[in-house]
C-alpha cells in the first residue's frame, strides 16, 4: 500500500477522510515475542528502499537514586563506545558504511536508540545491535573519557539555555519524593563518583532483553524480521526484570515557587507547572488539546494575550509523555523590561478564563482538526511510524490503543475541555518558577 499525503487531497475534512482511509491499522503491525522476553513490533511498508529500528529501554532517570544519578543518560553514550565484535566507534562506522545513520535520547522514563537504514542492511543492524546488548565494553579509560564529556555536556547545557536551568529547579521543586526531581543527565557530584561496579550493576539490571521492545518499520518483511532477530537476538541472557518504581508523590498541598538568579539573563523566564496524570489516563487528549488552545501559534490564546501584547517574546506549554504522574509545563519569556510578576499575572489569567468559561465549539473543531491532521501527517513517514508504534506501546501500555486516538479527540466535547482544566488547574497543584539577573 502507498502512502501518500492526507493535506494534499485538499480541503481539510475531506483530507482527514482520505487519511484515516490509508491510515495504519492495527492488522498491519505484527508483533512477536522471542524466548528471552525481547518483544518486537513489525511494520511493512514499501514506501521507500529503507527501514529503520527503534529500541525502547525502560530505564531512565526515573528509575535512579541519590549517587549514581545520571546513569540511564550515560549508557546512551557508553552504548556507542565498543562491544566484543565492534570496537571503539566502530558502530557509527559500521552503519554508515553500509548508508545507516542514527541517535539516542534519554528521558525521565526511557531511552531510546534509534536507527535509519536501507532496508537490505537490516542484518548489519541486527548484528551491531544484539553485540552492543550482549557484549558491550564497559572499559574505564573510554569511562572516564565519557564522564569529562557528560560534565561538559552538562555545564555547557545549563549555561546556554535559561529554560533547562529552570526547567531542573522547578521539577526538583514540585517533587519531592518520586524521582522525577532527578535531573536526566544527574547531579555533577554523582557524575563525578560513578564507580565501575556502579556502572556494571546498573547495565545488567536494566538492558536486559526483556526490559525492551524494538519497533522495525520499513521495507522489511515480518518472516524475514523474525528470522533476524531469533539469529542475533534470541542468544541474548535473560535476567531478572528491574525493580519497580514504588514511590508516589506526596499530594500537594500549596503553591510552591522558586527563584532562579542567572546574571547573564537579559529577560525574565517565567515557568508554571501543574500536576498532571500518568500519559495513560483518559484524560490525556483534553490535555493535548488544551495545550494547543492556549499555546500553539499565533492564534492562540497565550499568544495574543502575552506576544501581541509585548508583555512577551515566546510562550509555549509542554505536557509530555510520562509513566507516572508527571507536569503540564507552562512557560514564558519576558519582553525587555516587563518583570516576571506582570507576565505570570496575564498567564494565569488566561488559565482561569479557560476554567471560568471555557471553549467554544469553533474553537474546541479548530484545534481537534489539527490535532488529527498532525496524527495522520506524522504516519506519512516511516519514522513518524515507528514513534507513534513505539510511544503508544510504551506510556499506553499497548501500541493497539494508537489506533484509539482518533475518536478520542473526535468525542472530546467543550464541557470536557472544561472540566479538565478546571480538575487540575488549581493554584494548590502548581510550582511557580522565575528565572532572572536579579529578583523582584
Known sequence: MKWKTM??????????????????TAEQVKTFTLP??????????????????Y????????????????????????????SKKFGPKQFDRTMEANGGANNAYTSNDLTVYQDWFPATALPTIFDLESD??????????????????????????????????????????????HPYSIPTIGHESDIKA????????????????????????????????????EQYFANVPQRALPPVVRTVEPEQKGERRVFVRKESATAANLMVSYKM???????????????????????????????????????????????????????????????????????????????KDGVTADELQKVKNQKLLN????????????????????????????FDAPDAYRKLTPADIQNVAAKYFKKSQRTVGVLAAVEE
Open 375 to 402: 496524527f495522520y501527517r506524522t504516519q506519512e513517514t516511516i519514522n513518524g511510524k515507528a514513534a507513534q508504534l513505539g510511544e503508544y506501546e510504551m506510556f499506553f501500555g499497548d501500541y493497539k490503543k494508537l
Open 7 to 24: 493535506a494534499a487531497v485538499g480541503g481539510l475534512y475531506l483530507g482527514m477522510m482520505a487519511g484515516t482511509a490509508q491510515a495504519v
Open 55 to 82: 529500541t525502547y529501554w525502560k530505564v531512565g532517570s526515573r528509575n535512579e537514586v541519590p549517587g549514581i544519578t545520571g546513569l540511564s543518560h550515560f549508557f546512551e553514550h557508553m552504548m556507542f563506545n565498543g
Open 36 to 53: 528471552n522476553g525481547m518483544k518486537f513490533l513489525v511494520l511493512e511498508n514499501s514506501t521507500i528502499p529503507n527501514a529503520n529500528m
Open 194 to 229: 560513578w564507580t565501575q561496579d556502579d556502572l556494571q550493576r546498573y547495565f545488567n539490571v536494566y538492558y536486559s532483553p526483556n526490559n525492551a521492545v524494538a519497533v522495525i518499520v520499513g521495507d522489511v518483511k515480518a518472516t524475514e524480521v523474525k528470522r533476524l532477530a
Open 277 to 355: 496524570p500518568a500519559t495513560s489516563n483518559p484524560d490525556y487528549y483534553a490535555l493535548s488539546v488544551i495545550a494547543s488552545i492556549l499555546t500553539d501559534g499565533k492564534t492562540s490564546r497565550m499568544y495574543q494575550a502575552l506576544v501581541d501584547q509585548r508583555l512577551a517574546t515566546q510562550v509555549g506549554a509542554d505536557h509530555g509523555k510520562n509513566f507516572d504522574p508527571g507536569l503540564f509545563n507552562f512557560f514564558a519569556v519576558a519582553a525587555n523590561k516587563v518583570p516576571a510578576a506582570k507576565v505570570e499575572a496575564a498567564l494565569l489569567a488566561e488559565i482561569d478564563r479557560l476554567v
Open 132 to 177: 552492543r546488548i550482549a557484549n558491550l565494553s564497559i572499559d574505564p579509560k573510554m569511562v572516564e573519557s565519557e564522564r569529562g564529556v557528560v560534565l561538559s555536556e552538562r555545564s555547557t547545557g545549563l549555561e546556554n539555555s535559561n529554560l533547562r536551568a529552570l526547567w531542573g529547579e522547578v521539577y526538583a521543586s514540585a517533587f519531592r519524593a
